[in-house]
């Protein structure tokens, strides 16, 4: 689900769908050539993260169901989990087989079965996204009482004063919300109502310095919404790979043997034919990222410097071109607005002079 | 953002290299800051795992933890800092004199420390650290350090204070880069140093955007690249291994050198970094107003130390009033500070120019005769007329501070007489004052603008919360971090 949601902020760059398509990992493509990713997660946040997931998973998830016992006046009188990481083989025959328990796990809740779970841990979810179906793994939880699913998220970012990391909350509840999102398609697809699921999220995260748990939780109503319309535009997949020519694929440029320059000529002219979307927050996500900017610097677009920026320039193709503009070339209709301002800032800005003064000076 | 940043990050774009986006530096730089380079040990948010320190380019020290998870390990690596900086920041607290603030007298240090970081995720590091520090249980097990209590206060005093526009007690380097010089590069990209750096003075030969993309790779922390974690791991393995779960100096010392290995040059790296950075801006002139704001610096810094001395302790949860209070305050802060770049700096004006906030002109004219009559008496209102560039699009009556009296009476725009044939326009303004100041003169370049740097009057906030949902008690007070420390 993380990865899906990390495409889900990109699903308006073709590049991007067509890897999400095929499942290429965009983190090790570029591995050996100059823009190879710079990602990968620290080996000790990966061990505080597991440490953490651990710590509430200790004697049946008691932890969890203390948590939802007194944040959210759970009445569990009996706590059955349903653990979807185990007894599955890990491979994409297992994430079916997955697919279909989550499925039935989730009707038992829905139909108000009395021996369905109270807690699945590991779900697997199935989705299409831009004609293609695919499998998602959630590496959070799914809680239902009183026939209402609640999704959650367990994240090891502390909370401090009641407190977290603005940012990283976002993207946890971001998350939670493609998770939920999921989750209700499922239900519906079996005839059930999107409804039963909450639209109120569990947030798991610790406390203080230490690993004690704490539920947060929160209303992702409006991001829900959110993640329903990024995939919704998802471009159609199978359009986009037909416009590849033949001779080009993505697996020519995962070739760590190749030449890079002859890797990244490829991935170029399938950039050219489909087209990418930059902007600054795929440094954050996307493994291309550092391509697709060297791609949108040689080009200079806008976006280079953000939203801020691509809007203060609506109608100028290009950074040179608003340069030219500032210095009195003739603008076009569309440029005309900006080209005004852009010449009067630089009769202001040639005006002053800036230099820095000697040592005495100061 | 506003058509001037535009223009300068498209010139930045075209030139190949950074272009000064102030004419003047608006902080002022100690000659001899606390310079602090802190590394973090993964997404470990308490976990100190090295830090340099030091007050000069060529000198530094550092010390690493081996493993930051372990508080003894942590807390003993800590000490040698804690004793020198509790010195170094306390030190301008020694030369004080009586002062007064509204009614009450008061003590104020004659001069303020200054803590240098790289940037923002340092601060927010360091702030989190004092936190944790500044409410260990003075009686606990194993009993913490004084030093090391008295560090904490002052880290979350210097990252609570640096919430306020324009304050100079910490100064965030990539905040201060950004803030003097214009790029294209996003504000994700401008929170490296070295990206920044990069952009500003890339090697010869070399496109400022290319300078950024390979510096940007090279962290100079607080938190580490996975490759960088990805290599310390094994060493970190190999020392607790080695130690056995002993913490005592005597053993783990020896141990750490591998650690030490691996933190030596990337502090090397960063050090360098951070006071090249510092030289180049210190070659910019200051602006006028660092020195009000140095004041402000040195008052709070003060009331701090006098807190402290006193064994005061600070709320970690504002109530309600404190809450709004420190809003009024922040909002204040930052509509001043507004107001004293734009008026300081020629270059800070141009945004304001662009966007009818301001104009700029040659006095042609000066009528010191004219009277009005707004009430029983006839009253002087000096005129004065400027020719500027460009159209004006401001309306009359609009009300204008001349920049080099900011804090005095304003003048009203009179009438306004754009050209019809060139790019430029006579603006009349009037004072609105009678009274004897300095006004500008014939073919003076003068700037008008709705900035005023007066502090705006304020109603005092009721000692009651004004609504009926209030708890019954109030909230705890601040409390220690560790008593959920898992073991």
């Known amino acids: 689900v993380r990865v899906l949601a990390a495409y889900a902020e990109h699903s308006d760059c073709a590049l991007a769908s067509v890897g999400f398509a095929v499942g290429a990992d965009f983190d090790r493509l570029l591995l050996g050539t100059k823009y190879q990713a710079s990602f990968g997660q620290s080996p000790f946040a990966f061990a505080r993260g597991k440490a953490f997931e651990k710590a509430l998973a200790r004697n049946g998830y008691d932890p969890v169901f203390r ?86 998220e367990v994240k090891s970012f502390p909370v401090v004063d009641g407190r977290a990391d603005p940012d990283k909350v976002g993207a946890a509840l971001d998350q939670a919300a493609i998770y939920t999102q999921l989750t209700r398609n499922t239900v519906e697809a079996m005839g059930g109502s999107g409804e039963v699921v909450s639209s109120e999220a569990l947030l798991i995260t610790p406390r203080n310095v230490g690993l004690t748990p704490i539920l947060s939780v929160k209303d992702i109503g409006r991001r829900i919404d959110r993640a329903e319309r990024l995939l919704a535009r998802a471009p159609n997949l199978s359009d986009l790979e037909s416009r590849i020519p033949e001779k080009l694929n993505l697996g020519a440029v995962a070739r760590v043997g190749d030449e890079p320059v002859r890797r990244l000529d490829v991935l170029d002219a399938i950039a050219d034919s489909i087209g990418t979307r930059y902007r600054p927050s795929c440094l954050t996500h996307c493994g291309l990222s550092r391509f697709c900017r060297a791609r949108a610097f040689a080009a200079g677009a806008p976006a280079l410097g953000g939203s801020q920026l691509e809007r203060s320039l609506s109608g100028v193709a290009s950074l040179d071109r608003a340069a030219d503009l500032a210095t009195g070339a003739p603008p076009g209709p569309d440029e005309e607005p900006v080209a005004r301002q852009l010449s009067r800032a630089a009769r202001l800005y040639a005006a002053q002079q800036v230099r820095p003064v000697g040592k005495g000076q100061r | 953002m506003d058509h001037f940043q535009t223009y300068l990050a498209s010139l930045a774009h075209t030139q190949g290299r950074a272009v000064r986006s102030a004419s003047v530096r608006h902080r002022r730089l100690s000659s001899e800051p606390i310079v602090l380079l802190p590394w973090q040990l993964g997404a470990e948010p308490f976990g100190l795992a090295a830090l340099a320190w030091g007050s000069r380019s060529d000198e530094y020290s550092f010390f690493v933890a081996g493993d930051p998870r372990n508080r003894q390990l942590a807390f003993d690596a800590l000490l040698p800092f804690a004793s020198w900086f509790n010195v170094q920041f306390e030190r301008p607290w020694a030369t004080r004199q009586p002062s007064s603030r509204g009614r009450r007298q008061i ?38 350090d004084p030093a090391l209590i008295r560090l904490g206060r002052h880290l979350q005093f210097v990252g609570r204070d640096a919430q306020i526009p324009g304050q100079q007690l910490a100064v965030v380097l990539t905040e201060l880069l950004a803030a003097h010089w214009a790029t294209p590069l996003s504000g994700l990209e401008s929170a490296s140093l070295g990206a920044l750096d990069g952009y500003i003075e890339p090697p010869s030969g070399l496109h400022g955007f290319e300078a950024a993309a390979a510096a940007e790779m090279e962290s100079i922390g607080p938190v580490p690249s996975g490759e960088d974690d990805s290599m310390l791991e094994p060493l970190v393995g190999a020392f607790n291994a080695a130690r056995a779960g002993r913490v005592d100096r005597s053993t783990v010392e020896p141990l750490l050198r591998p650690i030490v290995g691996h933190y030596g040059p990337r502090i090397d790296r960063g050090w360098v970094l951070v006071w090249k950075c510092l030289s180049r801006e210190l070659a910019f002139a ?110 009359r009556g609009r009300e204008l501070y001349w920049a080099s009296d900011a804090a005095g009476p304003a003048w009203e725009i009179f009438d306004v007489q754009n050209s019809s044939t060139v790019d430029r326009a006579r603006v009349v303004l009037k004072h609105l004052t009678s009274r004897k100041r300095r006004r500008p003169s014939l073919g003076e370049n003068v700037c008008f603008s709705v900035f005023h740097t007066r502090k705006p009057y304020q109603l005092a906030l009721s000692r009651e919360a004004p609504w009926t949902h209030v708890p019954a008690a109030p909230g705890p007070g601040p409390t220690s971090l560790e008593a959920d420390e898992v073991a």
């Open chain 1, 67 to 152: 948590l939802l016992r007194e944040g959210l006046a759970f009445d569990l009188t009996d706590t059955r989990v349903a653990n979807l990481r185990r007894g599955f083989p890990p491979n994409r025959e297992g994430l079916k087989l997955r697919a279909g328990e989550t499925r039935r796990l989730l009707s038992a809740i829905a139909t108000g079965d009395a021996a369905a779970p109270n807690l699945i841990d590991g779900a697997v979810l199935e989705a299409n996204v831009g004609g293609v179906r695919a499998f998602f793994e959630a590496d959070s939880l799914a809680a239902r009482s009183q026939g209402r699913i609640f999704t959650g």
């Open chain 2, 107 to 144: 003590e104020v240090a004659l001069t303020s420390p200054q803590i240098i970081v790289a940037n923002a995720a340092a601060l927010e590091l360091l702030g989190r650290l004092g936190r944790r520090l500044a409410y260990l249980p003075a009686d606990g097990d194993p009993r913490p």
């Open chain 2, 286 to 395: 200051e602006a006028d107003s660092c020195s009000r704001r140095f004041r402000e610096d040195c008052h709070r810094y003060s009331e701090h130390m006098e807190w402290l001395g006193r064994g005061g302790l600070r709320r970690t949860r504002e109530t309600p009033r404190q809450a709004a209070m420190r809003k009024r305050e922040l909002e204040q802060a930052q509509q001043i500070l507004d107001a004293e770049e734009a008026t300081d700096d020629p270059l800070r004006i141009i945004t304001h120019q662009l966007s009818g906030k301001a104009v700029t002109g040659c006095v042609v004219d000066v009528d010191l005769d004219y009277f009005e009559t707004p009430g029983l008496r006839k009253v002087q209102r000096p005129l004065v007329t400027i020719e500027c560039d460009g159209q004006v699009s401001l309306a």
